[in-house]
């Protein structure tokens, strides 16, 4: 069982950056695709970014496109999600998971998931 930890989240004032870590155990990112996906309060949990396990393959939601970045670290064993230009909808807790498959954007896909970190920006 892959076993995933996120860290990073943190309150930031709009239009700065923040750099989300998604730490795993019991499992390597090079047999998963990555996610990350977020939860407002009240809202359904939506689809961020994906990578697929080779890390040559990435998409992104149409509202993090430009802003947001994710990367692997493979001796590490982690995966980031860079954030920039925030804004107060951004607000949300993020999550990391991990799918077989690739470029699937429903969290029914993802089978591992971390606990989430929360990311508030302040307008």
């Known amino acids: 069982q892959v076993h995933l930890v996120e860290s990073g989240g943190g309150l930031v004032q709009a239009g700065g950056s923040l750099r989300l870590s998604c730490a795993a155990s019991?499992?390597?990112?090079?047999?998963?695709?990555v996610g990350w996906f977020r939860q407002a309060p009240g809202k359904e949990r939506e689809f961020v970014t994906a990578?697929?396990?080779?890390?040559?393959?990435?998409y992104y939601a149409d509202s993090v496109k430009g802003r947001f970045t994710i990367s692997s670290d493979s001796p590490k064993n982690t995966v980031y999600l860079q954030m920039n230009s925030l804004k107060p909808e951004d607000t949300a807790v993020y999550y990391c998971?991990?799918?077989?498959?690739?470029?699937?954007?429903?969290?029914?896909?993802?089978?591992?998931w971390g606990q989430g970190t929360q990311v508030t920006v302040s307008s």
């Open positions: 990578m697929s396990s080779s890390g040559r393959r990435t």
């Open positions: 019991g499992g390597t990112f090079s047999s998963y695709a």
């Open positions: 998971a991990v799918s077989t498959r690739y470029g699937v954007a429903t969290p029914d896909s993802y089978y591992y």
